[in-house]
């Protein structure tokens, strides 16, 4: 189980489709950023799913993986971003 | 078995709403929000208010194995949904015996008492407190009465000590209904923990029906009695203590009937993430060189359990290591 920072930079005609994976398996932060937890699994599931969307020749998508949350510190500038609430 | 997630979070719903499938993603849409659930984050969902699941939802947590446990809107604890079809006959069937036979019973008994005191007694000295009367009860009888003797006179000393902890004179535990604020505090934080220990005993593959400290019947399940009661003093105590001492609460997160106090919406929405920092907290531990989370000690108790009823180990009760 490792912390990931996932951004994305995909032509405009597949980034609903990638957001649309990714918001199954990680908290959205701002538009084309998401974070958390993945096990080796599911990584290896969201890539593979990710995978059959994307155009290789001109999508990417970077994972930033990290042993926990707790080494992340961030600040922002403007307006906040979305947080992660797990209490609706 | 999948791996244990100790870096995941429970979702607690406190608005009515509905769960539902849309593109191949978990739904919630409710009276106040609308959002996608990332199924990866989160391992059991509570329902602490009126939350229907559409079929595709259902498939898509039972996919996932990840358990529903529905509550009423004041807390009291309904029932769950759990996707569970494995066979689990052997360990049932152990399971039974070690509580028909009155000394493999009293024995649990006795280790699931001696965790209760393990754990009242380590979260009071992390207050400052010096628990000799509780330390002085011996968990010792001839039978699980007399057990459950010991365990209601640790639960009188604890409050006792609880009450002086959060400065408040003569603290009296009530409840059905909970006459003021703390205990208000204490019966909500008190039901989710029991649901917890719900879930914990379902993903042990344990038979929630039958518990060994409290007696089977036909109203609760008390496996999820036993567990819970463990780690009360950790999970419930802990959060309501920190809750008071940071003193964000208002006298509207509370709401009065007569002489019963509830929590209002956002009452509970205050004590459900205070808990959720507690269960989220992690400590190491040394013999996996890794950190393990709050909420997993519940699932590691239930687990070591289990292997106890199937005779690949002794069951010892739950101590905290660290301090």
Redesign the interface.
Known sequence: ?R?YIVVYDVNEKRVVKVH?VL??????RQRSVFE????DD?LAE?IRKLDSIINESEDSVVFYSLP??KIVRSFHIGAPPDR????? | MK?A???????????H?ELRRE????I?S?E??K??I?????NEIHCLARVSLTSGAIDLLSEKGIPVHFYTTRGDYKGPFINDASPRGKLHLSQAEHYLNPEKRLYLAKEIVEGIQNTMAFVLSRWGVNPVKLNSVTVDGESVEEIMGKEAELWSHFYRYFGEAIEVDDFRRTRRPPEDEVNALISYANAVTYGLAFSSSVKAGLDPSIGFLHAVNDRRHSLPLDLADIFKPLYVFSTVKAMLKTNGLKSSDFSKKGKAVYLSREGK?KL??AL?DTLRRTVYYKPWKRSMSYRFMMDYEARRLKRHLLGRGKYKAFRPWWR
């Open positions: 189980m912390y649309r918001r199954a398996y990680l908290q959205w958390g937890y993945l096990s599911e969201l926990n949350d992660f609430e797990n209490v609706l | 791996r997630s100790a870096m995941k979070y429970p979702l607690f719903i406190t608005q709403g593109s191949n993603a978990l919630f409710g106040l929000v959002r996608p990332p199924l990866a984050q989160i929405r459900l993430s959720t």
